[in-house]
């Protein structure tokens, strides 16, 4: 049915397996480094960021589908059922902003960690302080969604996008920044979050290290 191009850390990427896995499409996972280059997404997508869905029964490239948001949006729209998005019209749209600042928080992170792979004298302390402050506030709004929540999840009491980015938020910060205690400032946080990856699709896509072999920065 689909390949999907992914990446052992890639949290914007746990969404879509996470996603796949919940509504029970079949895929073919295809694990690589990005920045390497050896890296096939350039083929798919002319930004050359992975996650790329690729249909398996497309004849083109073209057809790739890329964006992680974007990539769950098609999601929804061809294969609606379980769907992943709540009811009303206002709780799907706050589903969509928990991801915006969810992706915002990695897009944070990323940024912040290629800044740290620069020689020290290229790298710049006002640039990584903007970045930790997306990420810190980020993080605070996410704790208080969590904490005002009326159900298990985020959006009443069924899975939902907004738990998706959430886990693969916080996954992320325990593999690249273990030493991030966000834990100890939002128990509430960290507790929502041990819930989610007791979940199989959680459990069985926890992100890890990659070796990247290419100097990027
Ligand atoms: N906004 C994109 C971000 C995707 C992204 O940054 N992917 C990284 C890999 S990872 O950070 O998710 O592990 C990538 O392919 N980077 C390669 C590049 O930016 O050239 C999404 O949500 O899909």
């Not at 079949?26 to 096939?40: A, G, K, M």
């Not at 083929?43 to 490239?61: A, F, G, H, R, T």
């Not at 706050?94 to 020290?120: H, I, S, T, W, Y």
Request: charged share 25%; glycine share 4%.
């Amino acid at each position: 049915m689909y390949i999907l191009i992914s990446a052992t850390p890639s949290p914007y990427a746990r969404k879509v397996r996470i996603a796949l896995q919940e509504k029970g499409i079949p895929f073919t996972l295809q694990t690589e480094v990005p920045w390497d280059s050896t890296t096939q997404t350039p083929q798919y997508n002319p930004l050359e960021k992975l996650p790329v869905l690729i249909p398996v029964c497309s004849n083109s490239p073209d057809d790739a589908v890329y964006e992680s948001h974007f990539i769950l949006e098609w999601l929804e729209v061809k294969h609606p059922s379980p769907s992943l998005l709540p009811s009303s019209v206002d709780d799907k749209l706050f589903a969509k902003k928990v991801e915006v600042v969810c992706d915002g928080v990695c897009d944070a992170l990323v940024l912040a960690l290629f800044e740290n792979q620069r020689e020290p004298e290229k790298q710049s302390a006002p640039w990584e302080a903007r970045q930790m402050r997306k990420v810190a506030g980020g993080l605070k709004a996410l704790s208080t969604w969590v904490s005002n929540r009326k159900g298990q999840f985020l959006i009443g009491d069924s899975l939902t996008l907004a738990d998706l980015a959430a886990g693969s938020v916080l996954g992320y910060l325990a593999v690249r920044w273990p030493d991030y205690d966000w834990q100890t400032t939002y128990p509430e946080l960290k507790g929502y979050w041990q819930m989610l990856e007791k979940r199989e699709s959680f459990a069985n896509t926890v992100p890890s290290p990659q070796t990247m072999k290419d100097k990027i920065v």
